[in-house]
């Protein structure tokens, strides 16, 4: 879907060389799609830190699909995750705040961390949405759509999360890579969801091997986390004396 094509087709894919639900090859970089007014991408998780990894997939999203804003939406509860969060949900709020706070077509939303109990998806997305389902074609992508973004290795376990089919109703879905985990296969997806298939689209990019767990491990150790978190994050971390102490939840 590059800046002259039809940016409403998600299943033409990037610039018309990927199919419904195929993916690029990694080495090809297509120019910005055009931005399309309304849109947002809704990128979700623990953000257990925030890092460069997490703010360059959402640039890459918001390029390749043409969206207007990207919303950050940390996780008060995570459902699939079975270890709790290290850092508070306050903490990991204000992490991201950080974060983002120097590009102006990212912004941070703090629906989950009000929110009690587990944080669903499809019910943040009906939220966020004000209720409305898509009534598009399968394949459309509406103006004032939603494009949730996860990894490949999220999407591994999407079929079990609360009513996928009614996130798929709800948003778009962009898979990015994940180091160590395979690409989805556009076959299985298509045969567990029929035409709703057509509403995840998979990009190249970026993979980043940047992980939470090894940014915790280094902050326990006292070792420099720059050119893994932004600045602001990193001053963040050690100004609360975040993730010091192993296996300890970190408050407010």
């Known amino acids: 879907m590059g800046a002259g094509g039809d940016p409403r087709v998600i299943s033409a894919g990037i610039a018309g060389e990927r199919a419904a639900c195929g993916r690029l090859p ?14 947002r991408g809704i990128l979700g998780g623990t953000f257990d830190p925030i890092h460069h990894g997490h703010l360059a997939i959402a640039e890459e999203v ?31 709020l204000a992490m991201v705040r950080l ?6 077509a990212f912004e941070v939303s703090d629906l989950e961390v009000r929110r009690p ?10 939220t966020l949405a004000g209720d409305r389902v898509s009534t598009d074609p399968p394949g459309a992508l509406d ?35 994940r180091d160590g985990h395979d690409d989805p296969d556009p076959a299985a997806i298509e045969r567990r969801f029929g035409p709703l298939a057509s509403r995840v689209t998979l990009l190249p990019g970026p993979l980043l091997a940047i992980s939470g767990s090894a940014i915790r491990a280094r902050a326990a150790a006292r070792r420099s986390l720059r050119y893994l978190v932004p600045d602001a994050v990193a001053r963040y971390i050690g100004d609360h004396d975040l993730y010091t102490t192993p296996g300890r939840t970190s408050a407010p």
């Open 62 to 92: 918001r390029e390749a699909l043409g969206l207007e804003r990207v919303v950050f939406v940390p996780s008060n509860v995570p459902p699939h995750r079975p270890d709790a969060p290290r850092a508070s949900a306050n903490h990991r």
């Open 99 to 104: 974060a983002v706070a120097e590009n102006p």
């Open 26 to 39: 990694r080495a090809t970089v297509s120019p910005p799609a055009a931005t399309r007014p309304g849109s």
């Open 117 to 126: 109990g587990p944080s669903y998806t499809v019910d943040t997305l009906r």
């Open 143 to 177: 103006a004032n759509d939603l494009v949730f973004v996860l990894s490949s290795e999220a999407f591994e376990g999407f079929g079990t999360w609360r009513d996928p089919e009614g996130v798929l109703r709800l948003a778009t879905l962009a898979i990015v890579p």
